[in-house]
Each structure stands twice: as C-alpha cells, then as structure tokens.
C-alpha cells in the first residue's frame, strides 16, 4: 500500500529529529546504509538527511532581491537569494523555482 502524503512527511521529520534517535544507531551498521544510499561513508546524522531528504525533500526558498515590482512579478534583472544568481525577466513573466538551484521563489 502506498504511504500517504501525511505518512511520508511524519516518517521525514522523525529522521531529522536526530537527538531522539541517535542512542538507537549502532556504528557497525553506518557502512550498510551509506553504501545502500551510495553516498560514501557518512555519520548517521547525515544518513538520516538522505533519507528524510528522500521521503520527503525539504524545499529550499529564496526571495529574488534588487529587482523592479510591478504587482507582485519582476520586471527586469532579479537576484536569488539563495544562490547570487541573476536572472533577466525581458517578458515581465515571474519564475517559480530559481533556474539555477531550484530554489522555490517566495514573494512577500
């Protein structure tokens, strides 16, 4: 049966809940895991990311800075603010996700 929406983002945010679950993880089992992820060897805290991160990726967000407004989309140049980069809005049309990192664009 496929988990539910509600499931797999309960199930994300107990494993980035790592303080609560590091006394269960043994040592011997982190090679296992992080081949299995086929990420190289890493501690649990940075397995239990890549397995909430694949239940149930966090979305970046960033605010384009050092643009033109006009009711509510950019006009012209905008900056990301997550990654600096710089984007030209010749149509006046306004992104979703920032091209370069995939950041979500947050407008407030």
């Not at 979305?59 to 990301?80: F, L, N, P, S, V």
Request: net charge negative.
């Amino acid at each position: 049966m496929k988990p539910t929406d509600e499931e797999r983002r309960a199930v994300a945010a107990r494993l980035r809940d790592f303080e609560r679950l590091r006394p269960v993880f043994k040592e011997s089992n982190v090679c296992a895991f992080s081949d299995a992820l086929g990420i190289g060897y890493m501690d649990w805290e940075h397995i239990c990311a890549c397995l909430a991160d694949l239940i149930e990726p966090e979305e970046r967000t960033c605010h384009m800075r050092d643009a033109h407004w006009d009711d509510g989309q950019c006009t012209w140049g905008c900056i990301c603010s997550e990654c600096g980069a710089k984007h030209e809005h010749k149509s006046g049309k306004w992104m979703n996700y920032c091209p370069m990192c995939g950041a979500k664009v947050v407008v407030e």
